[in-house]
């Protein structure tokens, strides 16, 4: 039981680069979200979802794309890469409920330069 | 929307005594607490519901007052191995699973 897989675990893009952090959980869980971890900050939620094909915006959504095709399967898109969003940023999953805890992917390093 | 944490940091000796605060604007459904360790992801240490309901570690205490939408976490007789990052996190009443965390609380504990 993998429980939530991030990948990568470390990335450096160049300003205006796209790319897509890829989040997978085999708990079946119906919950997923994305946050983002600057010091200082705290845990700032960007994108969630509350099952296939539903999405919603958190906080801090601007810079970023979500989709949620399948359960197991959440892809957060940088459209265009800027400095300000490097930091380090957790995939969530939970299951359907009030009192459910969220299990947390192992992170990723992001750098823009 | 974001949940204020207090302290900002926290320095103890090991075996002394520490409260972490937790409140917010909104009414609250549910309240979560997690500890991180530095370079490592967020771990579940406990959920209170409004109500009363709690769900967690056996040896963390927390508390939850509905009326002040505030919440406490006590770490007593503190170990080495509480070092870290506390997050407390808030779901709105009428929130759809929406979890928002405060900025969290440095936990150092020394020998």
């Known amino acids: 039981n993998a429980g939530v897989t991030q990948t990568p675990k470390f990335q450096v893009l160049k300003t205006g680069q796209s790319m897509t952090l890829q989040c997978a959980q085999d708990?079946?869980?119906?919950?997923m979200s994305w946050y983002r971890q600057d010091p200082g900050m705290g845990l700032r939620l960007i994108h969630y979802s509350v099952g296939a094909g539903i999405t919603d915006q958190g906080e801090v959504p601007n810079g970023y794309n979500v989709s949620r095709s399948t359960t197991e399967d959440f892809p957060l898109r940088l459209l265009s890469a800027a400095p300000s969003q490097t930091s380090v940023y957790f995939c969530?999953?939970?299951?359907?409920?009030?009192?459910?805890?969220?299990?947390f992917g192992q992170g990723t390093r992001l750098t823009v330069v | 929307q974001q949940p204020v944490q207090s302290p900002q940091a926290v320095i103890l000796r090991e075996g002394e005594d520490a409260v972490i605060n937790c409140s917010s604007s909104k009414a609250l459904y549910s309240v979560h607490w997690y500890r991180q360790k530095h370079g490592e992801a967020p771990i579940f240490l406990m959920i209170?519901?409004?109500?009363?309901e709690q769900k967690g570690h056996d040896k963390i205490s927390a508390s939850f007052n509905e009326k002040k939408q505030q919440s406490s976490l006590y770490l007593t007789a503190s170990q080495l191995s509480y070092s870290g990052t506390y997050f407390c996190?808030?779901?709105?009443?009428?929130?759809?699973?929406?979890?928002?965390f405060g900025a969290g609380t440095r936990l150092a504990v020394h020998p």
């Open positions: 708990m079946n869980h119906e919950y």
């Open positions: 996190g808030t779901e709105l009443s009428g929130g759809y699973n929406k979890l928002i």
């Open positions: 969530v999953s939970r299951e359907q409920g009030w009192d459910t805890e969220a299990f």
């Open positions: 209170l519901l409004k109500g009363g």
